[in-house]
């Protein structure tokens, strides 16, 4: 496999150099160790005592041979054409997917309240392209959410499910291989127990996140903060918080594709995605931001003709739009992984 092969040598490079830097430290060793032990004051032959240097820390620069990422753009057209080649492949398991979400999930309920929405909305004096919005603003709040809380409980074992036969199907087609849709939810179930430990140090990562965010709500909601000085306190707070969990995440994200790798643990892919990703934190917050903006733009676009015109559809193509969601940033993050790769 090439992405074995391009993660053997980029893991054995630096072992090289250390190779080289502890020959150069046995030499020294053997020079320091020749020299006599200098007389001290009082007589006696003795080892002279010099003070020891403080350690600076320097910023390190990045290597000669760094290489920036590709803009957002051309990792946004390298995913979708790596999915469109084998669509079949990837449309097939984004479709059992759906079913299994359809049937535990979501149900077969119907478009009652979306169209009741509707006809409210337009006997006030919103305009047809207001309520549009306002309804396409409600499904994509709704998205995700369960018929019931009993059937809310199989929605992440579904995601878990499906993102590990992607990303191994991901795997197999960049390696030139070609699969069934059966092979990649039949063989790429191994890496389970490491894929959920990994994901759950992911979830902790963003707990200050979510802190933040419900700190800073309750403040402006309660009316605790009083002033600019306050909100602008509170607004800091959340957004070092933030600023934190998105740090961590960074790396820890990428660890979800090299734990799939074959005799992987867990505390090893962590290790390696926190090199994987150094010197390409802040170029890499930007590309990550960008993929939720790109995700609700092409849902406006292919949902706000929809309600417009065909409301009885418009909840059955927003479901269809979230499974393929789960296909597209699976495809678009791992783009991004094999470019660190390939660096």
Known sequence: MTELKDYATWKVMPKNRQGNNKHAASRKTKKTATKKPAATFSGTIGYRHMPLKKKRFTKQSPPKNFRKLPN???????????????????????????????????????????????????????GAVTSSLSIFAVLVGSAGNGGSSTAGAYQLPLVIIASLAIIWALRQVKSNNKIRIRDAYYKGM???????????????????????????????TNGIAIGILQNIVFLLIFLVLAAWSIRLVSSSLFALYIVTLPDMTPLKALRSAKQLVRFHRLSLFRKLLFLPFVLLIAAAVVMLPIILLITVLSQWVFFILTMLALLFVHAYVYTIYRELLNE
């Open 72 to 126: 957002a753009f051309h990792i946004t057209k390298a995913a979708v054409l790596l999915v469109w080649n084998d669509r079949k492949l990837f449309f097939g398991i984004a479709l059992i997917h759906g079913l299994l979400n359809l049937v535990l999930v979501q149900g077969f309920s119907n478009n009652s309240e979306i169209n009741s929405l509707k006809s409210q909305l337009q006997k006030g004096s919103v």
């Open 190 to 220: 191994y890496p389970l127990i490491p894929f959920i430990l990994v994901l759950l140090l992911v979830t902790i990562q963003l707990l200050p996140l979510v802190i933040g965010a419900a700190l800073y709500s309750a403040v402006v």
